[in-house]
Every structure is written in structure tokens, then in C-alpha cells.
């Protein structure tokens, strides 16, 4: 086995998802995901952790949601699992990024809505999401399958330590902050972020980063003014839309636009009044990333791009009792910040043509 | 898909294990059982039963055992799962008959000790064992894989209803009698079967029949006499047994030899007090398997075959209140029938050179 696997669930294992003796773990395997779920089996063991092997498969998943007519609200069994379960530890890789491209949208949300307290119980754990680099996910990413690997490889396995010290200086300039303005070629959009917590994703639960790959810093704005261009794609549900452009006013989408996928694009913002707000603003900060893969759990952290999401806030950044974006949605676009831009807070430039000001190379002047 | 996959399906579903609507289920899927995992998972959607599908990897399994120092008694998440359930289906077919080879034997032993409440959760439900014809399993067999996907078909879709009649008849003659004497080349031995009920074993949990295929008839004998040569192998542990033979006195095995692996029916043998007494004897009666492939599942079932158990009883044999033979092993050994042979109950033949005597060709003297 490559010893990059066996530190893969090393890191998952201990980094993110902490897992200690007597902790009742649920693994769930993608398809692909084979050579790491032996990995993770024996790091488990090693920490007398008591794993729940479950298959998390696209094809299992299609013939579920094709032939399924009515739905259990959160099955009994399903739900005492998790509701068990101090960790849930999802590695995916699955054979084909296309598994579901012809399950019906109404069938999605039907399975979703049954199963809502089944997600919340898994949320309610110390789960970590990462990848297995496989095949398809290479031909998603347009790479060769040895150099997706190093890829993957590239960006997981990480001195995560010292990326959560380094989040931590940009996660202070949040935290104090009360504006912030983003500006790139077709971008100048300033929000406030007065009141709300940045979380430090250094792929690790104790932060609340819940994914492996990490590397961003993010909290939840509001109020957002001004125009946004989107230079690089994302994939939302199955299409993908590039080059996206949003005007805000008053916090909320007032115009939209797409180079492709522009359908897709006012289908997400038709979903509910939350999904023309934001929910999250993201900084990446993965150095290891270094390009767009079409997998938002590693195009959103890489180093030089910031992400916005229309949709859902998360509750980290809220302050208690305060409701940020509810939405059913919460997609993630991102604007590339690596060419002629800036990244203000309250007037000060944080980051500019993608360094920040506290490394070296930062240039002061504008 | 093959459209046997999908025949296979829905005889796991509809004839074993009696699924209906909101049934919870789990599906443990096998390494190389993922077509069949599909093809289930379309006909658990169609009758809206909720399933959990689990990942039965023997390389998992191997990291897990042979990582492991202290285990936890009955994991809760696990055991609420299983308590949950109503149905298991296990979809057994991997890519490696040897995937655990080097674990020791201890490591087994302490695993199954410390889950012993969740393997009783799962055979609290209607549980069936079937498997997925796999390059794995066609090699183990020594056939080629088209070649073994036929005969797995062929033993798996068959006219289960017709066979549980003809199997009635056999049960009904086991259930009135009193003493069962197995005559065939170097082979004569007598068995008590008094107040023991015969199982009829036609792949349906409403029969306590827990295997796909089935096709057998047994009960639990007891007094077992004179001696037996079992021409067909079998595999404990991971160890071919060949041309065993065994002298029983009193109801325990006072002697025993192999052709091949003598010293692993020694170690049987020694298990316990249990493991030199009969458990079961079983009647294979299903016409579609012709031969050993190396697979107890089948080749218990062959027609024209008996084998005897040592070991374990099942409490379906036995009278309330009755315990039948007791031990940590449950292992079946098969003596061919097809030759010069005679099943008799009391005194009376009921099977000669492998054809009952409610059977076209049945030869009445002898």
C-alpha cells in the first residue's frame, strides 16, 4: 500500500476527527474508497475505536431514489446508529462523479427531507469529510490518475499545525472586523461581518472543520453591496456554471449572470429567499491546492481565492440566538484573488494579489 | 445488468426474507458483491423498505483483527443497529477466499467474543446469507467465471415452492421417525432422531431457513453409532479437510482420520465437548448443484448428499426446553450419496443411490 494512504488515515484519524479508545465510529466507504477504508480499519483499531463499516454507494444510492414511491421519516435502525456514534468519518472516491445524473431533482429532495434527522444526528458528531483519490475524480479533475494522486496527496497531508496558526492571524482580522471589500477584475463587493465569528478550517473538529482537505477561514456576512465576478467554476448539481457574474443590493442578488450554466445558475437563486443572500464568505488557504478540480471540498480552500456562498450561514459564526441566511441551498462560488486584487477590512488591505499582508512578498502600496 | 442479478434480487427479498413495506433492513455488501448490492437496493425501494448497507470487507476485517489488542463488549451504536432491524441480508461474494489468512486464531476468537450480543441481534431477525458470483469465488470453485456465474444461477433460481413441497415429504418421514441409518463405501452409521423436529430448508426465513441457496432437509440427532467416510471436502479455518472418517460409540467420535488435513479435524475435534458430538444431519436436496466448488453455502445443499454437523445444534430441532449439543463449532461434513448408498429411517430405505422413494427410478429391493 502507498505510504501516503496509511498517512491519509493517520491524519483523519488523529488530526481531524480526534479519535480516542471506546469511541463508536461509522465509516462510510464510496465506492473507490477501498484501499483507504483498510487504512482507517487498522488506525482504528490501533485506538480501540469501535468502527461501523457502511457502503456509500452512487449506484446503491440511484436505484434507491428511482424506485423509492414513499419515504420513512428517519428510520429507527438508521437513526440509533448514528445517534450513537461519537465520529462519522465519510471517505469518498466514488467510479463515476455522474452515478446520480438521472435521478429526478423531486426524488433528491424527497430522500432528504425524510432523512432529516438522520443528517442532523451526523452532524451532531465529530464527522470529517475527505477523499480518496480516484479514477474518475482524476478524469473529473482533467489529470492524469499518478499526478491526481499527488494532487490529492498534495493538499492532505499538510502541516496542519502551522496552517492553523497562520488561519488564526487572519481569523483575529475578522473576528475584529466590521467590513469587509472584495475587488478583482469584474469583483468590487463590500459586506459586513460586525458581530459574526470566523471559523479557523484546519481540518480538524476541535475548530469546527469538518473536512480533509481544509485551508480557509471563513465567517458569515450580511448587507452585501456592489458586483462579483466569478472567474472560477463550480458544479451545483451536476452542471457546472462558469464564469458567473451577481449584483447585491441591500444583501440581496438583484441581477445574475452566466457564461455557462446561466440556467442552473437562476434555478439556485429561484430556490427560497435565502439563496439570493450570502451565507458564508471564504478565504482560501490551502498552499497545496494549487488549481480547480471540479470537487468544491478542494477548489473552495485553494491559496488565492476567496468563495462566496449563496444559501445557508452556519451556525459557528452566529453569534447565540442570532439566525444568519436559512436557505435549503448553500452553493459556494469562487473569484480568483492570485491576479490584480485586494482584500480590505475596514479599509485596510488584508491580502493583495493573493499574499497576505503578514507574508512575505506582501506588497503595502496599492 | 445481468438479468439474473435482478432474479437473484428479488428472490433474496421476496421468497427468503419476506420483506415488506417500512421493514428496516441492513444489506451487508461484500467486496465484490456490488451489482447484486444495486439490483437489492432497487427492490428494497420498490417494496419502501429502509435499508442501511454495510461494507463486509475481508481486507477490513484483517486490519481490524490483526490491529486490535482490547475490544469494547457489543459496541452500542453496532447493537442498536442490528436491535433495530428486521431483516439482514448478507451479499457475501469477495475478491480474495483468503483475505484473512494470517490473522490468528486467538485474534478471531476474542473478536467473537466480545460482539457475541450483536451477532445474537442479527439472528433475531429474519438474517439471510446469500452470495454473489465473484472472480474470487469461480477460482476457489476451479471454474472458469461465465462458467460459475451459470452454476450459481442455477442453484440460486430455482422453483423454490415446488422444492419445499418436495422437501415436506422428506421432513414429514424425519418428524415420525425414530432412529436414521446412513449406509454407503465405508460408511454405516445409526442416529436417534425422537423428538426431534426436521427443519425444511427451502431458502425462506418462514421455514427457519436462512440460506440462498437452500435445499436441504435437517434435524438434530443424538446416539450416534458406527462409522462414517466423508468422500467430498470440506474447508475449516481456512484448512482443507479430505476423506475424513470418524467412529462414533455412544453418541462421540472415539476415533478419526483424513486423507488430508487429519491435524485441523484433530484440532475440531478438541474444540470442546460439543465438537465430538453431532450437531445436525442435513439431506441435500437441491438438484442444481452437481458438485463441491469449495463453499459450504452450496455445497451442503448438493442432491444426492448427506452431511453431518459437528458441533452446535439448532434450537429449531429441538423441543422446547431440550438442549441439543452444545459447542463453539457448528462444521458440516458431506458423504456422497450418489453411489452405492442407502438412507434409512427405521429400518425402512428411503433414499438409495440418491433418489427417494417417491422419486422416478427408485429401486425398492436391494
Redesign the interface.
Known sequence: MDERVRDHARTLVDWSARIEA?D?V??S?A?GA?DL???V??????R?A????????G????????????Y?ED????L??????DAVLHLGGGRNTAATADVPGDRRRASARATRGVREARLATRWVKTVHPTRSLAQEAGMAYEQYRDFVYGAVLRDWAALRAENARLKAVLDDGSTVRVVNEGTDVSMRIDGRTAVNSSASVVDDSHNLPSGEVFTAPHATEGEVTFGLPTVHSGTRIEDAWLRFEDGEVVAHDAARGAGALADLLDTDDGARRLGELGVGTNRGIDRTTGNLLFDEKMAGTVHLALGRAYDACLPPGEAGTDSAVHVDLITDMRGDSRLEVDGEVVQRNGTFRWEDGFEAGG
Chains 1, 2 share one sequence.
Open positions: 471506546g463508536a461509522v465509516v466507504v465506492e477501498h477504508a483498510v487504512a480499519a487498522a488506525e482504528l483499531a490501533a480501540d469501535d468502527p461501523v463499516f457502511t457502503y456509500a454507494s449506484e446503491v444510492a440511484r436505484a434507491t431514489l428511482r424506485n423509492r414511491e414513499s420513512t428510520p429507527a435502525h438508521e440509533a446508529l448514528y445517534e450513537g456514534s
